[in-house]
């Protein structure tokens, strides 16, 4: 079984930060992406609500990372753009949602539940701490 970078028992979950995916845009990019498997450079777009200059720049980012790759085909006399994570692509989003998740403390995934039990302890009045 295959895990994402950043969600490997004993590994620090913050390891999968990755400051390529953090991006607003580019991180919506990913998820479209993820989700839908492959999607046409327009619907990404349309979806997004990004000006195709913008979106073309969070791509190429991504493309230089190695985490989407593009294939053109010719539909209806028109040539067409399809973008699609790649397997390095998928675990550096899988493993940004996990050091996302560990950051805000989401139970049973990584060190977030000792974070949110420390700052639990520092609002706690002194001989009251968590059990």
């Given at each position: 079984?295959?895990?994402?970078?950043?969600?490997?028992?004993?590994?620090?979950?913050?390891?999968?930060?990755?400051?390529?995916?953090?991006?607003?845009?580019?991180?919506r990019i990913c998820a479209l992406l993820e989700a839908a498997g492959e999607a046409e450079?327009?619907?990404?777009?349309?979806?997004?609500?990004?000006?195709?200059?913008?979106?073309?720049?969070?791509?190429?980012?991504?493309?230089?990372?190695?985490?989407?790759?593009?294939?053109?085909?010719?539909?209806?006399?028109?040539?067409?753009?399809?973008?699609?994570?790649?397997?390095?692509?998928?675990?550096?989003?899988?493993?940004?949602?996990?050091?996302?998740?560990?950051?805000?403390?989401?139970?049973?995934?990584?060190?977030?539940?000792?974070?949110?039990?420390?700052?639990?302890?520092?609002?706690?009045?002194?001989?009251?701490?968590?059990?």
């Amino acid at each position: 079984m295959s895990t994402a970078a950043g969600s490997r028992p004993g590994q620090d979950p913050l390891a999968g930060f990755d400051t390529v995916v953090h991006a607003p845009h580019r991180l919506r990019i990913c998820a479209l992406l993820e989700a839908a498997g492959e999607a046409e450079f327009a619907t990404v777009k349309e979806e997004l609500a990004l000006s195709a200059s913008a979106l073309s720049k969070h791509v190429t980012v991504l493309m230089d990372a190695g985490y989407v790759t593009q294939r053109k085909a010719v539909r209806a006399t028109r040539q067409r753009v399809w973008l699609s994570l790649t397997d390095p692509g998928r675990a550096a989003y899988r493993g940004h949602l996990a050091a996302l998740r560990a950051i805000v403390g989401e139970p049973g995934v990584g060190t977030g539940g000792s974070v949110q039990a420390q700052a639990q302890a520092q609002e706690a009045p002194p001989g009251d701490a968590p059990s």
